[in-house]
């Protein structure tokens, strides 16, 4: 079939993009979904660093590819040992589909799925097809989705069932930015009765991970940024308090356990320098390969801390983003703040450099 998507032709191309257009709307062919594969019609799509990763380089990809891995649609067609999905039902899309046997899949979300991630890495979906053509040209996957489009064909592990009750923008989120952040503290952070936590970088991932943490009402959740208005954000969806990097340092702000959300190094010593003793730090942002930081060594003996990464928010999505579905529901997670502003498919190159500029917490695209 015929679709239209955000093909991304090069990567590393100079800034600003709205200049550059290292992204071009493109018309493409599709193929029919294989038997482990879904067919989806995309209702809903969030711009995430995992696509800017790409577009400038931080984590290469093959390309041309067809970008976007934070989505919801609805089910089209099912492969023909895909019996749990039905045609009309609403979907959200998770970027690291689970293979279910591997050892990465035994540790309960701990570990990625090893399958899972050598398809990412190739551009391929799951068990190694790809189904995107441009005038005889193959068109890689982006992370087992490719959600910057009309239509998607994506393995059965890549979807979780939502509910049609969940509305298509706030589906979308809750794949990528609330099941990492959020996931993040539930299942690497796991506050203990009144713990503090504090939250470094309040993007798409970062917000989430505070309003989990204000919904979970464990103990304060402190917010850190250095842009004023994120900050304010912050207050406003329930922050016990809020600092700039500086202020944390200057003024020894210490909370029991750390969120890292920003993907650079000085974020991850920052959220170091907030754990108190005994504490865990928890990175999820993902910085450049060759990225590098520098913590006294001694202090994480001498004072019994944790350091941990987490991944997808160590996160079992068939298990997880139904939780914070239910959470939504219930009113304790107010996942429509994410959402700075929606956005038409055309639009992908100057949304791209607003992510860039890191003014944006969420922008998501929505297809009639």
Not at 298 to 309: L, P, Y
Not at 333 to 362: C, F, H, W, Y
Request: aromatic residues 4%; proline residues 6%; charged residues 20%.
């Amino acid at each position: 079939m015929r679709i239209t998507g955000a093909v991304l032709e090069e990567i590393g191309r100079q800034r600003p993009y709205t200049e550059s257009q290292p992204i071009t709307i493109s018309e493409l062919d599709l193929d029919s979904p294989g038997p482990t594969e879904v067919l989806v019609k995309i209702e809903a799509a969030g711009l995430c660093h995992s696509d800017l990763s790409v577009v400038d380089g931080n984590r290469p990809r093959p390309v041309p590819m067809l970008l976007g891995h934070e989505a919801a649609g609805i089910v089209v067609e099912t492969g023909s040992v895909v019996d749990d999905l039905e045609p009309g039902e609403r979907v959200t899309m998770t970027f690291l589909p689970r293979c279910g046997e591997c050892d990465g899949c035994r540790t309960d979300g701990r570990l990625p799925c090893e399958r899972g991630s050598a398809s990412n890495t190739a551009g391929t979906l799951l068990h190694g097809t790809r189904h995107l053509h441009r005038q005889g040209e193959v068109i890689q996957h982006h992370l087992g989705v490719s959600g910057f489009a009309t239509y998607a064909v994506v393995d059965r592990a890549s979807l979780v069932k939502i509910g049609n009750d969940v509305p298509p923008e706030i589906a979308a989120v809750l794949g990528c930015a609330v099941l990492t952040g959020g996931g993040a503290l539930l299942n690497a952070v796991q506050r203990d009765g009144h713990e503090s936590v504090v939250v470094v970088g309040l993007g798409g991932v970062g917000i989430s991970a505070l309003i989990s943490a204000v919904a979970e009402d464990k103990g304060d959740v402190i917010a850190v940024d250095a842009l004023p208005e994120k900050l304010e954000l912050a207050k406003e969806l329930g922050a016990t308090s809020v600092y700039t990097p500086a202020e944390v340092v200057e003024q020894g702000i210490k909370a029991d356990h750390a969120l890292e959300c920003a993907g650079h190094p000085k974020a991850f010593e920052t959220a170091f320098a907030a754990t108190k003793p005994g504490g865990r730090t928890v990175t999820v942002g993902l910085p450049h390969p060759e990225a590098k930081s520098g913590i006294p060594t001694a202090v994480v003996t001498g004072e019994a801390r944790t350091i941990i990464g987490s991944y997808l928010g160590s996160a079992v999505p068939q298990r997880d983003i139904p939780t914070f579905a239910d959470w939504w529901r219930s009113g304790k997670l107010p996942v429509e703040k994410l959402i700075s502003r929606t956005i038409r498919l055309d639009q992908i190159n100057e949304a791209m450099e607003e992510l860039a500029e890191g003014r944006a917490v969420r922008q998501v695209i929505l297809f009639d």
